[in-house]
């Protein structure tokens, strides 16, 4: 009897020391996990003894990832970097922990040039997000992106050989709030950006000045959107073109400005929403709608010059933007785009990341309308009134996703004119 017992006292002894290991090991487990959750920081001044704090930084993107692996934020502080920037699928983050590449200071930290792409990640590196940095010269794209789950937000990619942003083939990538302009070297081949995949978001971008398209979304893009985006003045000519699957995309094109020869083109649309956009066509047709495209719903969109597809509740005449041609898109108050969209169809929120009112009828295309825009004392600190940079100087020209203080007696919008309502929601 008693060996017996203390067989059984042994064996529950055995079975608490192995629970307390457990659970020791699931406390390490934890710490571990909090610990992923960190910052480390580089600089052109590094060294690689440093311990990649901000007050000591690391050398380089690349050797802060091998330090501490993906899932973790590298802020890059301002500088010069030369390029490329290559994130190895290793270092791929997760849904709940993504590895976030980001500039200190927006356009602050600028990388410089490439062989190939200036920036980019390895096939299937899911889960990457690129902030805020100034990409040039690269000897084919500035930003490349190749995982699932991918952004690219808030950077100024301009002057390389090839396209501005590209994501290939991919699910729930996110392009936003980027100024693209003058990329591409071939009028047919290069292009601001060229992506294509399932649930990507394009919004809130101002593409301008590349060599073929706009928004080159291409070969087969379904049930994604298109929203808030200004696109114009390519070389070629060509605004927004959306290439479905066999069968259709179901793709929302929603609230941009497009000012180009050919503003907006789909081919094998079906089920596919057009609306409230401004889409002026400065030597052709608004809409080029390839063989094969049915079943898209257009309405509610201001139209030049006017289009039999513009919709029953669509509209043509002069939008009057601020200051078209020195590249000032705002609405002006006397503008006819103002009150005329649908709130069934707009975006939730506005260029500037606002959330819409719900209780009136959205404005067309990609800017609000706002009273503070339409001063000059705006712009009196840009380059003779010009929305761009010269010469790589920075300070004449706000950030165009930062909205002005608004005066004190022109906080409000005029008032909206009498018109039938649309039922309110959100695609």
Excluded at 45 to 62: C, I, N, Q, R
Excluded at 171 to 184: A, H, Q, S, V, Y
Excluded at 335 to 355: C, E, H, L
Aim: aromatic letters at 8%; a neutral charge; charged letters at 20%.
């Amino acid at each position: 009897m008693f060996p017996r017992r203390r067989s059984t006292l042994r064996t529950k002894a055995a079975l608490l020391e192995c629970t307390l290991c457990l659970a020791l090991l699931a406390n390490v487990g934890l710490l571990c996990i909090a610990a992923n959750a960190e910052t480390y920081y580089v600089a052109t001044d590094a060294k690689a003894d440093f311990s990649g704090s901000k007050e000591k930084p690391w050398p380089s993107v690349e050797y802060a990832l091998s330090k501490v692996g993906g899932g973790h934020t590298i802020v890059v502080k301002p500088g010069l970097y030369r390029g490329p920037m290559q994130i190895a699928k290793q270092f791929a983050g997760t849904k709940q922990r993504p590895t976030v590449i980001q500039s200190d200071v927006k356009w602050q930290a600028v990388f410089i040039g490439a062989e190939y792409h200036v920036i980019s990640n390895a096939g299937d590196c899911d889960w990457v997000v690129i902030d805020g940095f100034e990409v040039m010269g690269g000897r084919y794209d500035g930003i490349k992106m190749n995982g699932d789950y991918n952004v690219v937000r808030n950077c100024w990619v301009h002057n390389n050989k090839a396209m501005g942003i590209a994501m290939h083939n991919r699910k729930g990538g996110l392009i936003e709030n980027n100024l693209i302009e003058f990329n591409g070297d071939h009028i047919q081949f290069d292009h601001g950006v060229y992506a294509d995949g399932e649930e990507l978001t394009v919004r809130g971008n101002i593409v301008r000045h590349n060599a073929s398209y706009g928004l080159h979304l291409y070969p087969s893009i379904k049930n994604s959107r298109i929203v808030n985006n200004l696109v114009y003045g390519q070389v070629r000519r060509r605004g927004i073109i959306v290439a479905c699957p066999q069968g259709g995309g179901k793709n929302v094109i929603v609230n941009n400005t497009v000012v180009e020869d050919q503003p907006l083109t789909i081919w094998n649309g079906n089920g596919e929403v057009v609306a409230n956009n401004i889409l002026i066509a400065e030597g052709g047709e608004a809409f080029s709608f390839g063989e094969g495209t049915q079943n898209v719903l257009v309405d509610y969109n201001l139209c030049v010059s006017k289009s039999a597809r513009q919709g029953p509740h669509g509209l043509t005449g002069d939008p009057l933007f601020v200051d078209q041609a020195r590249g000032v898109f705002w609405l002006r108050q006397d503008s006819p785009a103002i009150g005329k969209g649908s709130s069934q169809y707009a975006p939730t929120t506005d260029f500037w990341g606002r959330p819409r009112p719900q209780d009136k009828a959205p404005d067309l295309g990609a800017f609000t309308f706002e009273p503070v825009l339409t001063g000059e004392q705006v712009r009196a600190a840009w380059d003779h009134g010009w929305a761009y940079h010269r010469h790589g100087n920075k300070v004449g020209l706000p950030d165009p996703w930062v909205l002005p203080a608004a005066e004190p007696d022109s906080s409000r919008r005029r008032p909206e004119p009498e018109r039938d309502r649309e039922p309110q929601g959100d695609l």
